[in-house]
Nanobody
Framework: QAQLVESGGGLVQPGGSLRLSCEASRTIAISETLAWYRQAPGKQREFVAGIYSGGSTNYADSARGRFTISRHKTRGAIFLQMNNLKPDDAAVYYC???????WGQGTQVTVSS
């Protein structure tokens, strides 16, 4: 059964960094298109970054220049390196496999001094 499991969230001060991980089950190909979304309280879930089967990447304007999405070379995992975090980045971050219509359970990111 296809599955996505996120980890790496936590509490960080403004300006700090976090690295999120998303481990995909073996039923999901290493090169599968995967993406990160986030949802803050009272707001809609929004796209953050995506990495595509051909290797290209895409970012929301709010993430570009501060966040970097990457994938593991030998297993189905993707990462989101988040630098210079701001209070507006606080949210539950979800991993998403569009072709499978699959979402992970989410990992909480809190940005506060």
């Amino acid at each position: 059964q296809a599955q996505l499991v996120e980890s790496g969230g936590g509490l960080v001060q403004p300006g700090g960094s976090l690295r999120l991980s998303c481990e995909a089950s073996r039923t999901i190909a290493i090169s599968e298109t995967l993406a990160w979304y986030r949802q803050a309280p009272g707001k809609q879930r929004e796209f953050v970054a995506g990495i595509y089967s051909g290797g290209s990447t895409n970012y929301a304007d709010s993430a570009r220049g501060r966040f970097t999405i990457s994938r593991h070379k030998t297993r189905g995992a993707i990462f989101l390196q988040m630098n210079n975090l701001k209070p507006d980045d606080a949210a539950v971050y979800y991993c998403h496999a569009p072709r499978f219509g699959l979402w992970g359970q989410g990992t909480q990111v809190t940005v506060s001094s």
